[in-house]
């Protein structure tokens, strides 16, 4: 079965989002594509459908905003247990976002048949930085989208560096394909600015997305935040 993960722009008609894709066999997710600069909602409708046996979707997004102010419950549980590990989430509502892009993704993609959470055909919010901590037992978040441009550039060679570890995990091996070991080029990384670095980000992004989907579809370990009538976030346990 085929998977997607995608890092999703809050602005989603006018900031690129990145989508990765991965083949699902066993205990290995095969990196297929990523495409990091996807503009619009139709545009990434249409990647979506053009992928074969797609089973499920893993969105860094807020799916379901139901609330008019302050946090979502998922949020709120989330910040429980992240907020001490530079992790916390920020509140979603519709005051914020009103007619918010990624509820207009979710309720596109239940029309496809992707149902919320369950199967056969699900989508599922991914909240990175918790599944990074979890994942590689970290003891806080791995800084890589804020701060001066050397520290940027430091932290996601840090992601790229553990993403490529997952090579050799017993639990859910990732396979990246030569033609797309640029995204993972250390030295590559530390040549990219501006755009170009926030481009990479996102693809990474992508593919954590995507690497925690595989996990889900696998029946690994995790927790949930929050829950089907709200939203809710599952996060991982560690797979090294």
Not at 3 to 15: P, Q, R, S, V
Not at 84 to 98: F, S, V
Request: hydrophobic share 40%.
């Amino acid at each position: 079965m085929k998977y997607a993960g995608i890092d999703l722009a809050w602005k989603g008609e006018t900031n690129p989002s990145a989508i990765a894709v991965g083949s699902l066999k066993g205990n290995e997710i095969l990196l297929e594509d990523i495409h990091p600069q996807i503009f619009g909602l139709n545009p990434i409708l249409e990647f979506l459908k053009a992928q074969e046996n797609l089973q499920g979707i893993s969105v860094d997004a807020s799916l379901k905003i139901p609330n008019k102010t302050g946090y979502r419950k998922s949020e709120t549980d989330l910040n429980k247990v992240y907020r001490n590990k530079w992790a916390g989430c920020y509140p979603t509502n519709q005051n914020l976002y009103p007619n918010a892009f990624s509820v207009r993704l979710s309720e596109r993609l239940e029309e496809e048949g992707f149902k919320y959470g369950t199967e056969p055909k699900w989508q599922m919010e991914c909240y990175p930085h918790a599944s990074l901590i979890e994942i590689f037992g970290l003891t806080r978040r791995l800084v890589y989208k804020k701060g001066k441009v050397g520290e940027k550039i430091a932290g996601q060679v840090k992601l790229a560096e553990l993403l490529l570890s997952l090579q050799e995990s017993q639990v859910l091996k990732l396979i990246i394909p030569n033609e797309l070991t640029h995204f993972f080029d250390f030295k590559a990384i530390q040549q990219l600015k501006g755009q170009s670095l926030k481009s990479n980000e996102d693809a990474l992004d992508a593919v954590v997305c995507l690497y925690t989907a595989a996990l889900f579809a696998n029946k690994h370990a995790g927790n949930i935040y929050g829950d089907l009538e709200e939203g809710f976030v599952w996060v991982p346990d560690n797979v090294l």
